[in-house]
Structure formats: C-alpha cells, structure tokens
C-alpha cells in the first residue's frame, strides 16, 4: 500500500525553484571539501517521532493522524515499516534511527515483546534488501513503561536492572542483524530524585557494571557498531547522571569505559543543559569522542525538550565547523530527532520539515567549509595566543618553567596590555559568509 502517494520523489533544484517538495540547498553529489553533501552530512530519519509522533506534548492530546493509525498492534507496526520505506525512498535519506518499541508493540511478557520484535525485524531486513537506506543506530526504550520509574541500569530494585539488561542484549543482536553502524545508550531514567533515599555511588557501580557488560556482549556476538551515550539534563529525571558531555566524560573515565563510548549529542538538550549546541560538540571533538548528533533545536522560550526541526542557519553553521574540524561524523551521523509542531498535522508536513531540516545544515556546511578554507576562525584564535608561540609562552607550553621562574619574569613585566577579543567583528564576518555562500 501507498501512503505518500500525491508527494512526489524529493530533489534538489537549487535556490530559485518554488517546489516545495525540492531541495533549495541540498545537493547530495555536491562535492564540498573532497566529499559529497551526502558524506559529509549523513542524514538520518528518527522512526519515532516521524511515524509513531501524533503531536502530544505536555499539556495536550495529540493532533495528527496518519493513513495507519486506524490498524493496532502488530498490524499497525508492519504498516509503519511500509510508510516508513516509503518516506525513506521519496526523501532519498542513507540512514533512519529506531527504539525497539517505535518497531514493535510490547507484548505481555517478555518472550512476546521479543517475538514481536523478531517478525518486525524480518519485516525490516526483507525492504533493507531493495532499499539504499541503512540502520545508522537503534536503541532500546527504558524510560516510558512503568518499571522504570525508578532508572533502569541504575534502578534500586535488581530485576529491573536485569529487565533492562535482556532488553539491550537484544537490541544489540537486532543491530547486528541488521547491520547497525553505531548503537545508542541515552538513559532517560539514569538519575535520581532526592539524594535523601539515593546511593549516588552505587547507582554509578552499577551504570559501570551495566555498560561493560554491554561491552562484553557485543564482542561475544561480533558487533563492531561504535557505542554511543546520549547527554541530557534534567526532564525527566530531576539530577541526570548524563547531564552534558563534560560530565559524560568524566563517567567513561572513572569507569574505564572511554576507549569504548563516544557521544551522540542532541542540539536541544546542550540548550537544556545551558550550553550552545557548538559547546557540546566541540567539548566531544577536543577529547576525540564526537561520534553522531541529533540534528533538531529548542525554544529558547520553553523549559522542556521540544525538539523542534532545525532551522537556524547560524546554529548550523556553527555545528558543521566542529563536524569538519572533526573530519566528519565516522560511523555517525545527523539523525533528525525533531517532531513538527503540534499544529503542523497534515502528512505532507512530514516532508516539508525533513526538507528544511536538510537544507539548514546544507547550507551550515558549505558556509562551515568556506570558514575553514579561508582561515577566517583559525587565523583569529591563532593570533589571540601568539602570546605562546615564542618567549615566556613557549616556555609555559613545552614545560620548560616553573613558579620560581615565573616569578621572576612576572616582577619584570607587571605593566600588563591586553588585546581586544573582537568579538562584535568576528559575528559580523560570519554574518557576511552566511549571506554571501550561495549569492
């Protein structure tokens, strides 16, 4: 059966077509920097919000309805693998993302939410076979249902530690299946309330414990994805253990765990986290674990993770100089986990918000490409610490002084002059290559 049968194959026509089923600024064969628009960008569609969405949010019912809501059950799922192919193919995406209960309902045991997952995934793997999109990462979901409501890997109570356990030893069999590039941990529910009935230290343990475990399995069964630990602060955990990268980080360290994980980082979650979306990206980048990104943003206006479809031409920009400062996303990529707004309910919004999702970061590439061609960051901050690049600097850099030295030096040059940062100037250059790109 045909879903999007009135939309026609998405293209890119360039900047002057009117078509809004047609990419202004996408090229995918467009070579930018010895790798095409595609390469670089790596675009992937989120199965949950794009065909189990239906424009629910906090204070409201939802508003949308698809050509498969009327089905239930396993039905309802087969039709979601068949409008999602459908959506893949007119969208021309190389990759879409999943938690096993966006593919498959959850059954009344275990047993039968995994042999529900079994037929899903044949379904799945049978249109992989005719199809050039390919699993970028799965997941499995340990947030929603009830028996999470205590965490899951960090959960007081053991059987759901070990609930949660069988859970990600299938989605790892199930990405090895069907040939996942990367597999994804974002613990919705790793974090704790009150530190008045909370043992922070051994629900940490117990993270560890967990993530080597999943380390263990997947070497068992050869699955060579790259793991990735989603940050997100607060909502619906009150202190999240993953709240930003930095703090990511210095888990993977504690718990030796580094040399196994990167981060996949979601653009409104660094902006719940109080950070830019370029901060999160390129604090992974500077430690070298920048893994994937999930491409969407927040209202700066709103407290909760509204995972809007990314349209800030300045945000991508700045998101795509960290990806090429990074040489790319590796076994990553773009994923866009955004919903349309809950006012957006006709299924052609689907396409029209993917479109400009993938023209944003288009266009953040090509003007991230010319920045860094031209030098115009590099130059600037080389220049703001030529301080350390000969004499007293270069002696502080290569470990050649110590506080007795310095003390002496200080006594000598106290009459300290400070240069301007220029910052007003460097936004405004930006501002001119945005505008400037695709004149």
């Not at 793997?125 to 890997?153: E, I, Q």
């Not at 986990?337 to 957006?344: H, I, N, T, V």
């Not at 920045?371 to 002696?395: A, M």
Request: aromatic content about 14%; glycine content about 8%; proline content about 3%.
């Amino acid at each position: 059966m045909a879903y999007f049968d009135q939309i026609p194959t998405v293209k890119y026509e360039g900047i002057q077509s009117n078509n809004p089923y047609a990419f202004k600024y996408y090229n995918p064969t467009e070579n930018i920097g010895g790798k095409t628009m595609e390469e670089w960008l790596r675009f992937s569609i989120a199965y949950w919000h794009t065909f189990t969405g239906d424009g629910v949010d906090p204070f409201g019912a939802g508003t949308m309805v698809r050509p498969w809501d009327h089905l239930k059950g396993m039905d309802l799922a087969k039709a979601r693998v068949e409008a999602a192919f459908e959506f893949f193919e007119k969208m021309q995406v190389p990759y879409f993302c999943f938690h096993d209960v966006d593919v498959a309902p959850e059954g009344n045991t275990l047993k039968e939410t995994f042999d529900n997952q079994d037929q899903i995934v044949a379904m799945i793997k049978d249109y992989m076979k005719d199809s050039r999109t390919k699993l970028l990462w799965n997941t499995v979901n340990m947030f929603t249902h009830p028996r999470f409501t205590h965490g899951a890997a960090t959960s007081n109570n053991a059987d759901v530690f070990a609930f949660a356990a069988a859970k990600v030893k299938k989605g790892l069999e199930v990405g090895k299946e069907l040939g996942a590039e990367n597999y994804v941990f974002w613990g919705g529910r790793e974090g704790y309330e009150t530190l008045l009935n909370t043992d922070m230290k051994f629900e940490l343990d117990n993270l560890g414990r967990f993530f080597h475990m999943a380390v263990d399995y997947a070497k068992e069964i050869g699955f060579d994805g790259q793991f990735l630990i989603e940050p997100k602060p607060k909502e619906p955990t009150k202190h999240q253990y993953d709240f930003d990268v930095a703090s990511g980080l210095a888990f993977l360290k504690t718990y030796g765990l580094d040399e196994y994980f990167k981060f996949n980082i979601e653009a409104n979650h660094a902006t719940l986290a109080g950070h830019t979306f370029e901060h999160e990206l390129h604090y992974a980048r500077a430690n070298g674990l920048l893994g994937s990104v999930d491409a969407n943003q927040g209202d700066l206006l709103l407290g909760w993770d509204t995972d809007e479809f990314p349209t800030d031409l300045y945000s991508t920009t700045l998101a795509m100089y960290e990806i090429l400062k990074n040489g790319g996303l590796g076994s990553g990529g773009l994923n866009f986990d955004a919903k349309l707004r809950r006012g957006s309910m006709d299924d052609e919004d689907l396409f029209h918000a993917h479109i400009a999702g993938m023209d944003s970061f288009a266009v953040g590439l090509k003007v991230a490409h010319n920045l860094l061609e031209d030098r115009v960051l590099e130059d600037i901050i080389e220049d703001r610490y030529s301080s350390y690049s000969d004499g007293i600097g270069k002696e502080i850099v290569e470990g050649n002084t110590d506080f007795k030295q310095l003390y002496e030096y200080a006594l000598n040059h106290d009459q300290i002059e400070n240069k301007s940062n220029h910052v007003e100037l460097i936004r405004a250059k930006i501002n001119q290559y945005l505008l400037t790109a695709f004149a």
